[in-house]
C-alpha cells in the first residue's frame, strides 16, 4: 500500500485553470499506475485519467480530453492533474489513486487500490 495525500483544490471561474497535486509516501511509488477520479454531487465516482509508472503512458476520459494533463514526478513521489478551461461540471471532489497492475490492466479494469482524501474542486459560472 501507498499513503495519497491531494492538495490544489480551490474555487476558480469557468475557463479557469488549477493544478492538483498528490504527494505520496511509499518505497515503491515509481511502481505504480497512477490515475486520478472524481466524483460530483448525486453522481457516481468516474474516471479522471491515469500515466502509466514511466509517465510516457497517458489516459483521460472523453470528457476531459484536451483540458486536463496528468503528469508526475517519480524524484519527488508527486503526480499531477493540470487542469485548464474549467468548466461548471468539472466541479466534483477529486481523488488520486495508485493502482500495481500493469497500465493497460488498470485503465480497462479501473482497479485501483490506494486512494487519497480527496481534494474540492468547485468552478462557478
Known amino acids: 500500500q501507498v499513503q495519497l495525500v491531494e492538495s490544489g483544490g480551490g474555487l476558480v471561474q469557468a475557463g479557469g485553470s488549477l493544478r492538483l497535486s498528490c504527494a505520496a509516501s511509499?518505497?515503491?511509488?515509481?511502481?505504480?499506475?497512477m490515475g486520478w477520479f472524481r466524483q460530483a454531487p448525486g453522481k457516481e465516482r468516474e474516471f479522471v485519467s491515469a500515466?502509466?509508472?514511466?509517465?510516457?503512458?497517458?489516459y483521460y476520459a472523453d470528457s476531459v480530453k484536451g483540458r486536463f494533463t496528468i503528469s508526475r514526478d517519480n524524484a519527488k513521489n508527486t503526480v499531477y492533474l493540470q487542469m485548464n478551461s474549467l468548466k461548471p461540471e468539472d466541479t466534483a471532489v477529486y481523488y488520486c489513486?495508485?493502482?500495481?497492475?500493469?497500465?493497460?490492466?488498470?485503465?480497462?479494469?479501473?482497479?485501483?487500490?490506494?486512494w487519497g482524501q480527496g481534494t474540492q474542486v468547485t468552478v462557478s459560472s
Open positions: 489513486a495508485a493502482s500495481t497492475l500493469a497500465y493497460s490492466d488498470a485503465v480497462n479494469k479501473g482497479q485501483f487500490g490506494s
Open positions: 500515466i502509466s509508472s514511466g509517465g510516457g503512458g497517458r
Open positions: 511509499g518505497r515503491t511509488f515509481s511502481n505504480y499506475v
